[in-house]
């Protein structure tokens, strides 16, 4: 079993920057294809970023030149780097991983852009 913990949302001006962070209770050697997602109000949940086969990564459009996955796997965490952040990036960002077949998700963590 796995638990994701994001933290690092808040309320920030619009061309301002976040970074998300996903906690893992376990090595992130071990979790495949961690991501993120959000869910804005009113809308469907949508793939943001997340890491690939080969360490490559992949980015919505949306999201492309302005924010950035990572991971440090000492310390078992993987980040959402948030830059240039427009009204329409508010959503709670969720992040994902799957171990074991199953898809683990976080509780989320609440990203407000203010104009």
């Known amino acids: 079993q796995v638990q994701l913990v994001e933290s690092g949302g808040g309320l920030v001006q619009a061309g301002g920057s976040l970074r998300l962070s996903c906690a893992a209770s376990r090595s992130i050697f071990s979790i495949n294809s961690m991501a993120w997602h959000r869910q804005a109000p009113g809308k469907q949940r949508e793939f943001v970023a997340g890491f690939i086969s080969g360490g490559r990564t992949n980015y919505a459009d949306s999201v492309k030149g302005r924010f950035t996955i990572s991971r440090d796997n000492a310390k078992n965490t993987v980040y959402l780097q948030m830059n240039s952040l427009k009204r329409e990036d508010t959503a709670d960002y969720y992040c994902?991983?799957?171990?074991?077949?199953?898809?683990?998700w976080g509780q989320g963590t609440q990203v407000t852009v203010s104009s």
């Open positions: 994902t991983g799957r171990f074991n077949t199953y898809t683990y």
